[in-house]
């Protein structure tokens, strides 16, 4: 019995959806950026705002939950480590959270929510023929069911990494101040005076990319869904899996552009 280690139709098949992917998701983020302007349209905004609130509102209560153990649990490794240094202790606190943390946990806390919702709403619709309904009315899939979600979803992204961000530092340095290691207001003082605008680019790009990501990759699972029973949850499985891959692949590429 031999054993094949290499199949070269499974590789050129991997190789060509990905070539696929990367093109369905160029198409898809350049109509939603040309189409911007849509947005001020009273069925899309609406759509919008309804985004905004699944995906940033209502994620608020897992984000604060998740923001505050994780501040609490890296202040008190830090200071176990780094002692009573403020400086020191600062310094790390924005590595961790600012630089990584803060963007990485909030793009996976928002792509278990509202990556596979997406994708499955989206695959539904098409399922149900509801997309080809849009078309017969003269009305274009991508202004009504993909802006509105690319651009609620990113939107939402960016304001909950800062809220993250802003919660584990605050939580953190309250926990420590409340054990007696680090005194509260010199600690965030620490933090802000040296805070620079690269840090705060830095996590601002992320935030912006991976929110792009997420949003685009989820339409774009949930638009080539085949009509089959199993239709949905490939969809959502498969923008979940790649949404997750993706965001780490460049996770690692922005930290290395910004601080290497």
Known sequence: MSLTLINPERIGKSVLGLFGYVQGIYELLSYSIKSLGLLAKAPIRQVFKKQIYFTGIEALAPITAIATLSGIVITTQITSLAGHDIGLTAKIMLWVVVRELGPLLTAIVIIARSSSATASELATMKIRGEIDSLRMMGIHP???????????????????????????????????????????????????????????????????????????????????????????????????????????????????????
Do not use: H, W
Not at 240 to 246: A, D, Q, S
């Open 142 to 260: 991508g202004d009504y069911l993909v802006l509105p979600r690319i651009a609620g979803i990113t939107l939402s992204v960016i304001t909950v990494t800062f809220y993250f961000q802003m919660t584990a530092i605050v939580m953190g340095y309250a926990f420590a101040s409340l054990l007696g290691y680090l005194p509260f207001i010199k600690s965030l003082a620490g933090i802000v005076s040296i805070l620079s605008m690269k840090e705060v680019l830095a996590s601002l790009t992320k935030a912006v990319v991976f929110g792009l990501v997420i949003s685009t990759t989820s339409c774009y699972f949930g638009l080539r869904a085949r009509i089959s029973p199993t239709a949905v949850p490939q969809a959502a499985t498969g923008a979940v899996m790649r949404n997750l891959l993706t965001v780490f692949v460049l996770d690692g590429i922005l930290t290395y552009a910004f601080f290497v």
